[in-house]
């Protein structure tokens, strides 16, 4: 890594009040928009999938599926487009410091991801309005691009984050940035695994949330093949790929354990570095006391080195303003991802073992619980792994090279633009949770968009009943 | 020299953006003065139909636009973020409620609902292109400080910035108009045709007047600019802008709506590298801040040249083929998403069909004399 002049910045940091509430914003619009852009990443995936089977079975149920869940994407893709569009704005707005600073390093991986942010946009147009003029497996064909650059897109931003935590491929001479490899920047040390963590979790964010929704309606008595294979088609793909993801963790806590031991210790509250370090879990950690907990000796050393004897370093390490605050949420944070994706994988189990010995799916009712959970589980998941990364990278914002205090704004009022996007983004919530549950209504009801309602285009196209 | 190739490139991206999206940010407004729910229905679904599929795409060459800048022009690019904060929060506000306003009334059904939510979105495609404008009339002005520290009210606030916000809005509307006159002809729908070819008429004037208006205000708040735009290298590029705008409204008066789209697009675009040309190579009037010195290294700017290059030959053809199945009409937003209602009765049914455009143009004359008065004392 080139330019390691540790906290040279530290002291041409500004004195500012506003980074508490600039990273409280930055976590209120990023913890919203990431459901969204979990969503944007995997839900086409998922409804080609349905259309696959649609046009290859000639199976009407997946191609309604399909169909209906496009007008859902629809709603959430525009929502996500616009939502991360502010986020593009903060990254100016809130961190000026960490732009002007490092923007020519870190822009390139948003313009790989700006190509195709584009194609995702124009064939998600070209997917979502050609249903009725382009048939069958053209149209399939024009929903590939959205699923591929979803893919492809994700692994550009998470490109930056991973960089934020494992910066390289730049070198700076007094302050200046001299030169950069950009092909270094995008495939940094932490890119490895961050990039297929998250788009892992957003596949199974969006497996599980399809799931859930027709195990909720399911429990509820609706039991018809509609909602059997609305559940499959989101179950499985996510249940499939759970253990692949909980690899990937586990090989990302210990590449994090190397590359950034002080996160790590306060993941695992590993106050002195020292052999032989027990795993907590659960425990609030408080003036220097772990409160509550299973303490299991050991285990973290082995969790880390595969022997009791590895030695793991402590977050005694750094002084105490070079480590991050609220432990014990951190911690906490890690239990809850851990433990949410290891239930998801034990109902992944459950429906194996079922599919396996008797060729059907669960009945228990508990099944269905869990499944109609699953989908806020992993939503819940993957936000407490975001505040893992980014609330144990603090306090820097680059590690290591730039504290977020030097980042943010030197303008006031961010507390009045917070103020506003938690009251917008909380209305935004809503309205679309409404928007989505009253267009299932609308489905359930069999009526159409618009049927009986007045100002209506009078010229329309008559419309097919129950597509 | 790729600093200036950057450079260029940041220029065709707000000029796409502005070609592109303006015109949808121009429908929201159309929409907004169309009237009442029954009177509004036929030019409320023309817009919708023609905006539907496209915003989103054209919605991404801000992004694009935003990432140039902060990667080729970091140091530029932190001291805009700082110094007119303030436009830029309300746009980003603006565009949030303009996409999911948009995006909602497609699903709505309930007539009320459905009020709301294009209203939302009617009223904050007004709002956005005007704060975007004023943005640009900052920096143009020199109003941004290389080292700035804090946000600044008057930097955006000055007759020439104002100016050119609501030039914003006047360009929007003039572009979405023609568009939608163009479009109203294509389906052969005289009544529609007729509707907006009176708006962009009126739309096409009043951003012509803007534009002599910030011309004339720019004499005072940046005359180096101003001067190569009327005298100098930029000349050519604003005479270009003004035979289009010309062009364009003739051919809408004489009823051939065939080419007046490219014709007004081609002025816009004609509006914007004026703007650029004559102020090059310096990026923020008034500062030593210029294209190759805003922070970034020679081998970032090669790498986003290529990767411009890689942009062109991936989205080149795919918008291609989005413009020419909706040319063609094949996209349609039928079951999955239609207009079924754009109910919008913020002003109430008149009887004279006119009325919108008469009080348009009423607004804008309002506001050029009142910023006429203001820039006299100095």
């Given at each position: 890594?080139?330019?390691?002049g540790v906290?040279?910045?530290?002291?041409?940091a500004?004195v500012s009040?506003?980074v508490?509430?600039a990273?409280?914003?930055?976590?209120?619009?990023l913890?919203?928009?990431?459901?969204?852009?979990?969503?944007?990443?995997?839900?086409?995936?998922?409804v080609l999938?349905?259309?696959?089977?649609g046009?290859r079975?000639?199976?009407q149920?997946?191609?309604?599926?399909a169909?209906?869940?496009?007008?859902?994407?629809?709603?959430?893709v525009?929502?996500?487009?616009?939502?991360?569009?502010v986020?593009?704005?903060?990254?100016?707005?809130?961190?000026?410091?960490?732009?002007r600073?490092?923007?020519?390093v870190?822009?390139?991986?948003?313009?790989?991801?700006?190509?195709?942010f584009f194609?995702?946009?124009i064939?998600?147009?070209?997917y979502?309005?050609?249903?009725?003029?382009?048939g069958?497996w053209?149209?399939?064909?024009s929903?590939?691009?959205?699923?591929?650059s979803?893919?492809?897109g994700?692994m550009s931003?998470?490109?930056v984050?991973?960089?934020?935590?494992?910066?390289?491929?730049?070198?700076?001479?007094?302050g200046q940035i001299?030169?950069?490899?950009v092909?270094?920047?995008?495939?940094?040390?932490?890119?490895?695994?961050?990039?297929?963590?998250?788009?892992?979790?957003?596949?199974?964010?969006?497996g599980?949330t399809?799931?859930?929704?027709?195990?909720?309606?399911?429990?509820?008595?609706?039991?018809?093949?509609?909602?059997y294979?609305?559940?499959a088609?989101?179950?499985?793909?996510?249940?499939?790929?759970?253990?692949?993801?909980?690899?990937?963790?586990?090989?990302?806590a210990?590449?994090?354990?190397?590359?950034?031991?002080?996160?790590?210790?306060?993941?695992?509250?590993?106050?002195?570095?020292?052999?032989?370090?027990?795993?907590?879990?659960?425990?609030?950690?408080?003036?220097?006391?772990i409160?509550g907990?299973?303490?299991i000796?050991?285990?973290?050393?082995?969790?880390?080195?595969f022997?009791?004897?590895?030695?793991v370093?402590?977050?005694?390490?750094?002084?105490?303003?070079?480590?991050?605050?609220?432990?014990w949420?951190?911690?906490?944070?890690?239990?809850?991802?851990?433990?949410?994706?290891?239930l998801?994988?034990?109902a992944?189990?459950?429906?194996?073992?079922?599919?396996?010995?008797r060729?059907?799916?669960?009945?228990?009712?508990?099944?269905w619980?869990?499944?109609?959970?699953?989908?806020l589980a992993?939503?819940?998941?993957?936000?407490?792994?975001?505040?893992?990364?980014?609330?144990g990278?603090?306090?820097?914002?680059?590690?290591?090279?730039?504290?977020?205090?030097?980042?943010?704004?030197?303008?006031?009022?961010?507390?009045?633009s917070?103020s506003?996007v938690?009251?917008?983004?909380?209305?935004l919530?809503?309205a679309?949770?409404?928007?989505?549950?009253?267009?299932?209504?609308?489905?359930?009801?069999?009526?159409?968009a618009?049927?009986g309602?007045p100002?209506?285009p009078?010229?329309?196209?008559?419309?097919r009943?129950?597509? | 020299?790729a600093a200036?190739?950057?450079?260029?490139?940041?220029?065709?991206?707000?000029?796409l953006?502005?070609?592109?999206?303006?015109?949808?940010?121009?429908?929201?407004?159309?929409d907004?003065?169309a009237?009442?729910?029954?009177?509004g229905?036929e030019?409320?679904r023309l817009?919708?139909e023609t905006?539907?599929?496209?915003?989103e795409?054209?919605?991404v060459?801000?992004?694009?636009?935003?990432?140039?800048?902060w990667?080729a022009?970091p140091?530029?690019?932190a001291?805009?973020m700082?110094?007119?904060?303030?436009?830029?929060?309300?746009?980003?506000?603006g565009i949030?409620?303009?996409g999911?306003?948009?995006?909602?009334?497609?699903?709505?059904?309930?007539?009320s609902l459905?009020?709301?939510?294009?209203?939302?979105?009617?009223f904050?495609?007004?709002?956005t292109?005007?704060?975007m404008?004023?943005?640009?009339?900052?920096?143009?002005?020199?109003?941004?400080?290389?080292?700035?520290?804090?946000?600044?009210?008057?930097?955006?606030?000055?007759?020439?910035?104002?100016?050119a916000g609501?030039?914003?809005v006047?360009?929007?509307?003039?572009?979405?108009?023609?568009?939608?006159?163009?479009?109203?002809?294509?389906?052969?729908?005289a009544?529609?045709q007729?509707?907006?070819?009176?708006?962009a008429?009126?739309?096409?004037v009043?951003?012509?007047a803007l534009?002599?208006?910030?011309l004339?205000?720019?004499?005072?708040?940046?005359?180096?600019?101003?001067?190569?735009?009327?005298?100098?290298r930029?000349l050519?590029l604003?005479?270009?802008?003004?035979?289009?705008?010309?062009a364009a409204?003739?051919?809408?008066t004489?009823?051939r709506p065939r080419?007046?789209r490219?014709?007004?697009?081609?002025?816009?675009a004609?509006?914007?590298?004026?703007?650029?040309?004559a102020?090059y190579?310096?990026?923020?009037?008034?500062?030593?801040?210029t294209?190759?010195?805003?922070g970034?290294?020679?081998?970032?700017?090669v790498?986003?040249v290529?990767?411009?290059?890689?942009a062109?030959?991936?989205?080149?053809?795919?918008?291609a083929?989005?413009?020419?199945?909706?040319?063609?009409?094949?996209?349609?937003?039928?079951?999955?998403?239609?207009?079924t209602?754009?109910?919008?009765?913020?002003?109430?049914?008149?009887?004279?069909?006119?009325?919108?455009?008469?009080?348009?143009a009423?607004?804008t004359?309002?506001?050029?004399?009142?910023l006429?008065?203001?820039?006299r004392?100095?």
């Open positions: 890594m080139t330019g390691t906290p040279t910045l530290l002291a041409a500004h009040g506003e508490v509430p990273r409280a914003q930055m976590a209120a619009t913890g919203f928009h990431i459901i969204l852009a979990a969503l944007g990443i995997a839900l086409p995936s998922i999938l349905a259309e696959f089977l046009l079975r000639r199976d149920t997946a191609m309604r599926l169909r209906r869940w496009s007008q859902a994407m629809g709603v959430l525009a929502v996500g487009a616009v939502t991360g569009t986020l593009s704005f903060e990254m100016g707005l809130l961190w000026p410091g960490l732009m600073q490092y923007g020519a870190l822009g390139f991986p948003f313009g790989v991801e700006g190509i195709f194609l995702e946009a064939f998600t147009a070209i979502l309005y050609g249903w009725r003029r382009l069958g053209a149209h399939f064909w929903g590939v691009p959205i699923a591929l979803g893919i492809f994700a931003v998470i490109a984050n991973s960089w934020m935590n494992q910066p390289g491929g730049f070198t700076e001479h007094n001299t030169s950069v490899d092909w270094q920047v995008y495939f940094n040390h932490a890119a490895i695994y961050e990039m297929p963590h998250m788009i892992l979790a957003a596949y199974m964010v969006s599980f399809v799931a859930g929704i027709y195990a909720a309606g399911i429990l509820r008595g609706r039991r018809d093949r509609y909602h294979t609305g559940f088609i989101g179950f499985i793909p996510a249940a499939i790929l759970t253990p692949f993801q909980i690899f990937v963790g586990d090989t990302a210990r590449a994090i354990a190397a590359d950034q031991p002080v996160k790590f210790a306060a993941m695992e509250y590993v106050a002195q570095t020292s052999r032989d370090v027990p795993e907590w879990i659960g425990g609030v950690y408080a003036n220097g006391h409160y907990g299973l303490k000796p050991g285990l973290d050393s082995v969790l880390v080195g022997r009791p004897s590895t030695k370093i402590g977050w005694d390490s750094v002084p105490a303003a070079y480590r991050p605050p609220v432990v949420l951190l911690h906490l944070c890690f239990d809850v991802m851990v433990g949410l994706g290891s998801l994988l034990l992944g189990l459950w429906a194996a073992w079922e599919w396996w010995r060729r059907r799916l669960p009945a228990q009712r508990l099944f619980l869990a499944g109609a959970v699953s989908g992993a939503i819940v998941a993957m936000e407490c792994g975001w505040v893992v990364t980014e609330v990278r603090q306090p820097w914002v680059v590690y290591q090279l730039q504290t977020t205090t030097a980042a943010a704004t030197t303008n006031g009022g961010v507390i009045a917070l506003i938690i009251v917008g983004y909380a209305v919530g809503v679309t949770i409404a928007i989505l549950r009253m267009l299932a209504r609308r489905w359930r009801r069999g009526d159409l618009g049927a309602v100002y209506g009078a010229d329309r196209a008559p419309r009943a129950g597509s | 020299m200036d190739a950057v450079g260029g490139i940041l220029l065709a991206g707000i000029t953006y502005a070609v592109f999206a303006g015109a949808d940010f121009g429908g929201g407004l159309w907004l003065l009237g009442g729910d029954r009177r229905r030019p409320r817009i919708d905006v539907t599929p496209v915003w795409a054209n919605h060459w801000l992004v694009f636009d935003l990432v140039i800048f990667t022009f140091h530029a690019f001291a805009v700082i110094a007119v904060a303030l436009p830029l929060w309300l746009a980003a506000a949030v409620l303009r999911s306003g948009f995006a909602f009334r497609h699903e709505l059904s309930r007539l459905q009020r709301a939510a294009g209203a939302t979105f009617a904050s495609s007004l709002v292109p005007f704060f404008g004023a943005v640009i009339g900052a920096i143009a002005t020199g109003s941004i400080p290389a080292g700035a520290s804090h946000a600044s009210l008057a930097a955006w606030t000055s007759p020439t910035a104002l100016l609501f030039l914003f006047a360009a929007c509307s003039y572009l979405a108009a023609v568009y939608l006159t163009a479009e109203a002809a294509r389906r052969g729908n009544r529609m007729a509707y907006f070819t009176r708006r008429q009126v739309a096409g009043a951003a012509g534009s002599l208006a910030a004339a205000a720019l004499h005072s708040s940046n005359p180096t600019l101003d001067a190569r735009l009327l005298t100098g930029a050519p604003a005479v270009l802008a003004a035979v289009s705008g010309l409204l003739g051919l809408l004489a009823g080419g007046v490219l014709i007004a697009a081609l002025g816009v004609a509006v914007v590298w004026g703007w650029g040309v102020q190579p310096v990026l923020l009037p008034g500062t030593g801040v294209l190759s010195n805003a970034a290294p020679g081998t970032t700017m790498a986003l290529i990767l411009f290059i890689v062109v030959l991936c989205i080149g053809p795919s918008l083929l989005l413009f020419s199945l909706q040319g063609r009409r094949l996209l349609h937003a039928d079951e999955t998403g239609t207009l209602a754009a109910g919008l009765s913020l002003s109430r049914p008149t009887p004279a069909g006119r009325s919108p455009v008469i009080r348009a009423v607004v004359l309002v506001v050029l004399a009142a006429a008065r203001r820039r004392p100095h």
